[in-house]
């Protein structure tokens, strides 16, 4: 495929793997972005020493560009900001923030900048900072969000900024991949479907619970703190809830979401934070990352360019193309 998103980050597929905090690590990335897409390395809440060692193993399987997250709240995003210069990854994302301390560093450093965005002014406060893309992130996604959905987001993004747009958040399939190429998006970047892939070092448990997640499964906690983030519900996101309710102050409410992402990443999946967005109902196999894009960009060109009475006649066999 040939998109400016493709062209701008020197991929094959414009399908960009999601930053996952504690999850994504070189070995999913180096699978994604050897398989055509572009693999990140998550570094919230990460040590300098395991983001160099992730680089190395994702530069391993890979020669192609490779990408590294930078969580905006982590205490140590700044030193994780300079460590993307010093690496030499190809693109930084970030998330959770806006970069602007850092977007001369970085493109000073030659590296592509693709700040993550939940709303259409912060998409245009980027751009004119430099960006060279955006991610726009809708609130059907895992993890910490903001309040706009998918379908209303991408296209005001797209309507504010005249860089290339990466829609992410509630994206699973080629369905997805086209309906957010008719919002305006060049992009796609998806998380929760990179969950139970092969490459993918996340605990098994969490992995059982995607699998078997139904629609109404996910859940936002921390509205109360300002850190609103969306995972799969258990004990530990029901009482979150219940205490939320009766909470008074933000900060009554901040310790217990401490270690909650640590608990779930040790397999401890019903008293911590297991983070997924809402497509984790319409995830049903496990595959491997080369699989995932594969099968992504052959749904989204097989739909494409059918007419509407095409597509409602398709739809009302319920045929999958
Ligand atoms: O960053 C994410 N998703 C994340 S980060 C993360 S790590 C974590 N660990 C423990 C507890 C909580 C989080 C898990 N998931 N997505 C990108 C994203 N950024 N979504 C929404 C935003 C966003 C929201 C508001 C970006 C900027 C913003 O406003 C900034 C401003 O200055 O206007």
New binding site residues.
């Given amino acids: 495929m040939k998109t400016r998103i493709t062209e701008l980050l020197g991929i094959e597929y414009p399908v960009v793997q999601?930053?996952?905090?504690?999850i994504a690590d070189g070995g999913l990335a180096g699978a994604v972005s050897e398989a055509g897409g572009l693999g990140i390395i998550?570094c919230?809440?990460a040590r300098p020493e395991w983001i160099r060692e992730q680089v190395a193993r994702a530069r391993a399987l890979t020669s192609k560009p490779i990408g590294i997250?930078v969580?905006?709240?982590?205490p140590r995003a700044g030193e994780v900001a300079e460590l993307v210069c010093e690496l030499g990854v190809e693109v930084v994302t970030?998330?959770?923030?806006?970069p602007a301390n850092y977007m001369k560093m970085w493109k000073d450093a030659g590296v592509k900048v693709v700040?993550?965005?939940?709303?259409s002014?912060?998409a245009a406060?980027m751009e004119r900072l430099g960006a060279d893309a955006v991610?726009a992130?809708g609130t059907e996604?895992?993890?910490?969000?903001?309040e706009l959905t998918t379908m209303a987001l991408v296209p005001s993004v797209c309507a504010a900024v005249s860089i290339p747009v990466i829609a992410?958040g509630g994206i699973v399939d080629g369905r997805g991949m086209l309906a957010a190429f008719a919002l305006g998006a060049e992009g796609v970047q998806c998380g929760t479907r990179f969950l139970t892939v092969e490459e993918c070092s996340v605990h098994e448990a969490w992995k059982e619970k995607v699998l078997k997640a139904k629609d109404s499964d996910t859940i936002v906690t921390?509205r109360g703190t300002g850190?609103p983030?969306r995972g799969l519900k258990n004990k530990f996101a029901r009482e979150c809830r219940k205490i939320e309710m009766a909470a008074t102050s933000g900060e009554e409410l901040e310790g217990m979401?401490a270690g909650?992402?640590a608990r779930a990443v040790a397999g401890d999946v019903e008293n911590g934070?297991v983070?997924a967005g809402q497509v984790a109902a319409l995830v049903t196999e496990r595959g491997t990352a080369a699989g995932v894009i594969a099968d992504m960009v052959r749904g989204a060109e097989a739909l494409a360019g059918r007419s509407l009475d095409e597509l409602a006649e398709l739809n009302s066999r319920r045929a999958r193309v």
Avoid: C, F, K, W
């Fill in positions: 999601g930053a996952m905090a504690r998550a919230g809440g997250n969580m905006l709240m982590d970030t998330g959770a923030g806006s700040p993550v965005v939940a709303s002014a912060l406060r991610v992130e996604a895992g993890g910490h969000i903001g992410a921390g850190h983030v979401y909650s992402l934070s983070m």
